[in-house]
């Protein structure tokens, strides 16, 4: 813990801030040293993700004290009680937060964030593990588990992954991992499971064990979100890659060991005014299926990186300037264009992976797109689309994929209708679904964020709002404590069943609910007191092959 509340060697006070707080004198400091570390580490869990470790802003507003201390305690403190609509959660009328931490985290923004630690190859190697050597591990398949049908389930708040069968809702393991997991990709053989915490900590689990279990790990920095696989022919299972938010940085990774290869650096300049950026962070990664290359998203210069890796020691990397606070995507249906959310400008950059080119930025008309990878489908009149929802509001935005078929709406947003409300975070279908389906978990209405829009692919007509069916998911979870929200539709192997995360508070029962999707009626709920704050779902061949 730092000495003092604020790094210049003595606690700073409210007058000398010139700050007024109700019930507090001049003389009083802005916090202890103790309250600072607390603070320190609500903000990394809960705040660092949208507006940065060194709070110069993304998906969230800057919150550097120029402009705190210009917008006082009491508005801090309103706003983190309340939210906004613009897809700031509601920390104090959701009950998570207290008043006291909310008090804690308004006085909190008034100081100088600390500046994390670097994180290079000696810390790197230090942490990691190798707890199941490659020549000890199976050379088939052990269990008798469908791999393909299972689904990696996010268990955020327990620090593990759960393994469900896809088939017949089993847990088959419980797997601890990171700190809150963001998210799992497969290896391209489908054979080893990689995820990734919040903590920068990736687990890499082997699906052959007899029990799938953990067979290497490394800390790779100290906050991260993303990793990935190399998909190219001739270089399946070879590379692992994981992006950090903390340090800025991303790194490259023996495909069965993980042991560190080679760590690149994403400080620098902004892609438009080029001035120095001190925390460009790694949001999304994918791997190319047209040339050997990770695609690699940099959130704060707006860069998307075509890292090459077939030789690590010359190191060839296309870096295309695309648009400021890059963050989630994915590719379209012939997987050969990227598609990622420029999210707090409003766009979307489009790669053509096979000439690594941007070739097209397009504006959406809501408020800050937030696709996950998005949703592929064939619309009656539009041919294949590639769609996303927003964060900021209800609107569904459709863009063309298809530029030798529909040349006259590829790279177009051909239509914007509206579904549940604001506060979407992911949407999806499946080649075998006429259905497309929209959650909307950051909503503030409880009940518009337990519930899930299905929209019906083949009655879509151009300069029409499709209709769509709201699906009481959370009312169908029958939990009746808390506020649960329903987060992440995911496909099974077969794209007849979609799953979805009824994501109650840690203390409190959380579920999964199984939905069929030819009829939309209830296939199963699956309760367990192991399943905590279930979030993610990932399908192990949907995740390998791209299918979204
Ligand atoms: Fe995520 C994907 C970052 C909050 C669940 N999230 C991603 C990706 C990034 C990201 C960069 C893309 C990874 C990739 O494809 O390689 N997420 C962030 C944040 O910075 C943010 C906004 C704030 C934070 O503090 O983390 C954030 N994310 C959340 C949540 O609160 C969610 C709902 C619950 C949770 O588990 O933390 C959440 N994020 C997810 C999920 C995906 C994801 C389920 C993967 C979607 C997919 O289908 O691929």
Known sequence: APAFAQGEGHDVTLGELNLEIEGRSAEDVVMTAEEFEQAREIYFERCAGCHGV???????????????????????????????????????TSGELTEEEIDLMARYLLLDPPTPPEWGMPEMLDSWKVTVAPEDRPTEKMNDIDIENLMSVTLRDSGEIALIDGGTYEIQAIIKTGYAVH???????????????????????????????????????????????????????KYAIAGAYWPPQFVIMDGETLEPKKIVS???????????????RVAAIVASHYRPEFIVN??????IMLVDYTDLKNLKTVTIDAERFLH???????LRYFLVAANARGKIAVIDTKEDKLIALVETEGNTPHPGRGANFVHPDFGPVWATSHLGDDTISM?????????????????NFTALGGGSLFIKTHPNSNHLYVDAPLNPDAETSASIGVFTISDMKAGEDPEFVTLPIGEWAGIDDGQPRVV????????????????????????????DDKTLELVEVIKDERLITPTGKFNVYNTQNDIY
């Open 488 to 515: 992440h539709p995911e496909f099974n192997k077969e794209g007849t069943q979609v799953w979805f995360s009824v994501w109650n508070a840690k203390d409190k029962v959380s579920a999964i609910v199984v939905v």
């Open 328 to 334: 989630d995507g994915g590719f379209d249906a012939s």
């Open 54 to 92: 060194l709070r110069g802003g993304a998906t969230g507003k800057a919150l550097t004290t120029d402009l705190t201390r210009d917008l006082e305690y009491d508005y801090l403190h309103s706003f983190i009680t309340y939210g906004s609509p613009a897809g700031m959660p509601n920390w104090g």
């Open 183 to 237: 998210i799992s990709r497969i290896s391209a053989s489908g054979r080893y499971l990689f995820v990734i915490g919040r903590d920068a900590r990736v687990n890499m689990i082997d699906l052959w064990m007899e029990e799938p279990a953990n067979v290497a790990e490394i800390k790779i920095g100290i906050e991260a979100r993303s990793v990935e696989t190399s998909k190219y022919e001739g270089w399946e299972d």
């Open 399 to 415: 863009i063309g994929t298809d530029p030798e078929g529909n040349p006259d709406n590829a790279w177009k947003m051909v239509q």
């Open 266 to 280: 994403t400080r620098g300049m902004v892609y438009d005014d080029q001035t120095y950026h001190p925390e460009p």
């Open 298 to 303: 940099v959130k704060e210069t707006g860069k």
